[in-house]
Structures are given as C-alpha cells and as structure tokens.
C-alpha cells in the first residue's frame, strides 16, 4: 500500500496541545450540556453512537489493522451483554424472570456492580477468543470468516439453549439501565485513547505489518501465531464491552439481538470510515447510527397529497441501508479515510482550502 | 438411546435426503471459490429467491409445474449470472476483502429485499401430493420425495461432472481456476467462464430450493442463511473447490445432523452448531478437506 508522503508541516507542539485540550474540554462540555438538556431519544442516539463507536474500533482492529477477516462481533458483544444482564439483575427480580426454569443455584445469588460486571464480560469475551483463537487463527482469509461466523452463532445457539443461565430465548428483562452519557463516552474515550496507543506502540506495527504481508512479516521475526492471537483477543474485550453496555443501554437481553446480521451494521461502519483508520471509525460510527436512525422515516407509510405510496413499508430502511453498504464497497472502497487518521494539521488544511475556495468566489486572495 | 433396525433405516434415508440437498448447494459453493476464491456469500440467498419464485410461480400464478421450474430455473441463473455482473465483477482486480463484504453486501441487500417485497412472514410453499405420498416398505414409511431427492442429486452430478471433464465450457472452467491469469493469455474469455460458473451454481440452487420447499414446505426471507453456511461448510468438508468432494460434504453433513439429533435427543436445540463444529475438526484435521489438494502458499 502506498502512503501518501507528508508535506503539510507539522503545528508547533505548543499549540497541537492546546488544540488537543480545547477539544477534551468542548467534549466534556458538550457531554454536560447533552446530559442536562436534551432529551431521552437524543440521548440513547448518542449513546448507541458511543457503543457503536466501540464495537466498530472492535471490529477495525482485527479486520482493518491487522487484515484478519473476523465475523464474530456478534457473538463476542452477546457474552458481554449476557455477563452484564445475568450478574446485574437485582436478586429479587430473578424469580419472576426465570419463571420457566430457576436460575442455575452457583450464580443465582451472585449480584455484581456494573463496572465489575462489565469488565468480567469483557474478559470473557477474551476468553473466548483465546479458545476459538488458537484453532482457528491457523486459517487464512475467508476461511477465518465463516469460522468466526460459526463461531457468533454457536455462541446465540448456546445461549438460547442453557435455560437456566440465560433464560434460553426468553431473554432477560429489568437489567438497570444507563441513561446518562458518562458512563458510554468515557468508555468509549477510554477505549479510543488505549486504541490509538497500541496502534503507535510495537504491538501495533507489527499487528500491521501481518495485514501488509503475512510471509514478510513472518521473516521478519514477527510471531504470527502470538500477535494474531493478541489482536483477536483485544478485539474480543472491546467487543465484549460494548456487549454490555448495549445490554445496560436497552435493559434486556434475549439471543436474537445478536443474530450475525448485526455484525455486518459494525461491517459498514468500518468500510465506511476506513479499513485501518480510528478516526474514520470514529466518524462512521456516528454517520452509521445517527443515519439508521434517521432512515427510519423510510418505514413509515409516506402519502404526499393524500395519494399514499407503496414503496414506503416497513423493510424498506434495511434495503436502503443494505444498498449503502454495496455502493460503498464497490464505488468508495477507501471509504471515509482509507488507512490515514484525521490530524490538527489536516483539518486547519482542509478548512484553509475551503476559505480559498470561498475567497477565489470573491476575487480576492484573502488567506495569504 | 436404543435404535432398533427400523427408525435407524428411516432416519438414515431422512438424512441421505438431507445430504443429497445440502450436496446441491454446495456444488454452488464449491464451484465459485474454484474460480474465483470467493465464498459467494449470496448464495444461500439465491436459494431463497428460487424458493419464492416458485412459490408465486405455482402458488399465485398457478402455472403448471414444469413449467413453474424451467422458469425458476432460468430467473435463478438470470439472477446469480447478474450479481455477478454487478456485484463481483467491477471489484475483479480489488484486494480479496473488498469482494468478500461485497458478497456480504449481496447477500444482505437479497434478505432485506426479499422481506421487503415479499413479508417476513413464511409463506406456505404449494403441496406436491405426488411427492409428499408416503410409501411403506419392509414397516419402514418413506416419503417419495426422500427417495427422489438423492436421484436427482446423483444425476445431476453426473451431467456436471461430464460438462466439466468432457465439453469445451468444462475445460476453460478448469482452466481458469488453475490459472486465473494465464487461461486469460490463452485466450479464454474469463468473464463468461465465470458468467456461465455462476448460472451453473445457481440452477443447481434453484433445483434444490425446489425440493427444498417440497421437504419443508415454508418459504421465508431467511430461509437461506442457515443452509447457505451450512452447505458452505459441506463444501469446506468435501474439499474446497471439488464437485465430489462437494457432493461427499453434503451427505455426510446431512447424516451427522440427523443421526446425531436422533441418537442423542438432548442435542435437539444444537442441531444447527453441528455443521460448526464439524468444519471447526475438519480445518484443524484436515484443513484442505478430504478430497482437496495441498496447495503451498506463494510469496
């Protein structure tokens, strides 16, 4: 892959912190303002587009940066959630939910706090990774798909069938929910901030370095084996978060969520932003939630001068948002950012060349 | 437990019919990644889409049935050779990825639409009282249909395995998946080769959406997803890229889901794992499945 050379010159230290302040600062704000006084709907969009922008980082880190083809988000973000909904469902609310079947007697008892119960999905998310990891590692491209693929709908299969640990295809209701944006957005900071130093540390490189060119990277001395390994894992945990903060965003849980259909959303969201780009992730992760949401007037029965029109139908959204993902593939295949990240310098340059734009309209010169 | 002589005899020909129509589609399967190394994701979709053609073909535009099929037959071609075109082709010389989110694009796009047009909600697939007619032989009851189904299979294998070894089409298919490159420089017209591969995987599909429909007589959006990636797995078991090979994988699938379910009534809920857990031994055994070549990987 070529890169493209830099020739912009770089912001004065100084003032690339300052700018890196300014926006922490404008984003806590916002978080604040958003928090305060918008309202509940607004407030679980931007909260899914947090969760997203996790899952989709997920996602780019196993298929963008290190150039495995992974489908098993599904799966990892279902262990996840279930950790969260099993070990935060208030003791007493147990018996009416798992009415059909008591609840297994080891964890009936069992009651952790979010963060604990968060993080223990994440790992377990991990764990398994590492199990699928070592058999299934050893396979290239698009066998490593379907593998990981299987692997997300054993995982349903599974949870639907252990009846008194997930409540089989019942699902688990009365999980305590989130509503403020604290706890998914600093999540999410957290997890892009921990992202985009692993991506700089040597980990990273050499995670890139499989996804350039396995053979060479092998010669080079890189474990292929480990580091595939390594990413997998991550992948999963931040998968596995995700999971379960989807869990405690909607308050119930049941298998068909996870059907593997919901990985290709976090699919898009990286062909969109970028195979192998955090900032694109990022960016895609919201045009990707805020646009499904705003689809959603594509279901609703349209009539434009009382003559109602037959396209509009429940179903027609998912058209749309499937024919997204084709035209982007096959037309925008860098999508958003291709392998490059979003800098200071790059968006000062973008928008001195929208100012020249402007002033060339007016006549004059005005930027230099 | 215990199976005495005579369920085990039905369940055995339930699962050879079972096999017989996964070893179909993944004749599909095994065809395009042959070709083009692509797991045509969109496969199982096109299944679906037989399956509802003939539904309206019979159920609401009451056609006669041998007409309904060859016009199933021809639209499933039409539409397998057509994702081609416009799916896989203009992504011909893009990075293998790109091609395989396409394909999960196709296949995404074939679900949502046909739930779309035609309803989530299953539709019943028209009744054939002669194929649905139980037999009894020897106290064992058969549905005619269990019996047809592998005939139909094996000749049809039959006739694909004397196009690809004897007629010219055959030798430029196997031409080009040997050598992509070089069959080009010989002057085999790629495009077509790859055209005709599809429409070939895509009447087998149509065949076996038909009998499918027959088997289990319901028709919905979703109906392709799990015997596409089963069958997938079937093709992966068989070796990759095999017809035989593809053939085997489908039997043997077929007969590890029911005789398993059957023997071990507790595992009823896993049926549909099985298919994963198989492919997951078999890449770990014997990762060019049991008829594949070893291929070394070239720097």
Known sequence: ?368 | MTLDAQTFMQHLANGISVGSLYALIAIGYTMVYGILRLINFAHGDIFMMAAYFAFFGIAVFHLPWYVAFLLVIGVTVLLGAGIEKAAYRPLRDAPKSSVLISAIGVSFLLENLATFLFSGKPKAFPDFPAMTRVLEIKGISIQVLTLVVPLVTILLLFILLFIVNHTKLGMAMRAVSKDYEIAQVMGIKIDRIIAYTFGIGSSLAAIGAILWGMKYPQVSPLMGVMPGLKCFIAAVIGGIGNIKGAVMGGFILGLAEVLLVAAFSSLTGYRDAIAFILLIIILLVRPTGLLGEKTAEKV
């Open chain 1, 1 to 368: 892959m070529k890169k493209r050379v830099k020739t912009k010159t770089q912001l004065p230290l100084k003032n690339r912190w300052l700018l890196n302040i300014g926006a922490i600062v404008f984003l806590i704000a916002f978080i604040f303002i958003a928090n305060q006084f918008l309202d509940s709907y607004i407030r679980r969009i931007l909260n899914l587009c947090a969760i997203y922008t996790i899952l989709g980082l997920s996602m780019n880190l196993i298929n963008g940066f290190t150039g495995l083809f992974s489908l098993g988000q599904a799966g990892f973000m279902a262990i996840g959630a279930y950790a969260v909904a099993i070990f935060t469902v208030p003791l007493e609310a147990r018996a009416t939910i798992f009415y059909l079947e008591p609840m297994h007697p080891a964890i009936s008892h069992i009651r952790l706090p979010f963060v604990v119960a968060l993080l223990l999905g994440g790992l377990l998310a991990a764990l398994a990774a590492f199990l699928i990891g070592a058999p299934v590692l050893r396979l290239r491209g698009d066998y490593l798909a379907i593998a990981t693929l299987g692997f997300s709908e054993i995982i349903r299969i599974v949870f639907t069938n252990i009846q008194n640990i997930t409540n089989g295809a019942l699902g688990i209701k009365n999980i305590p929910t989130i509503s403020n944006l604290w706890w998914t957005w600093g999540i999410a900071l957290i997890v892009i901030s921990s992202m985009v130093l692993l991506i700089r540390s040597s980990y990273g490189r050499a995670f890139k370095a499989i996804r350039e060119d396995e053979i060479a990277a092998e010669a080079m001395g890189i474990g292929l084996f480990k580091h595939k390994v390594i990413a997998f894992m991550i992948s999963a945990f931040m998968a596995g978060i995700g999971g379960g903060l989807f869990a405690a965003l909607l308050g119930t849980v049941d298998p068909k969520q996870f059907y593997f259909t919901l990985t290709y959303n976090f699919l898009l969201i990286i062909v969109l932003g970028g195979m192998g780009s955090i900032s694109g992730t990022i960016m895609s992760a919201f045009i990707v939630t805020i646009g499904l949401e705003w689809l959603r007037f594509l279901d609703e029965p349209l009539s434009i001068a009382g003559i109602s029109i037959p396209l509009f139908r429940p179903g027609l959204r998912m058209v749309v948002f499937s024919l997204l993902l084709m035209g982007v593939v096959l037309f925008y295949r860098k999508g958003l950012m291709g392998q490059t990240e979003l800098s200071w310098e790059r968006i000062i340059g973008f928008f001195k060349k929208f100012g020249k734009k402007e002033g060339s309209q007016v006549g004059g010169d005005l930027s230099e």
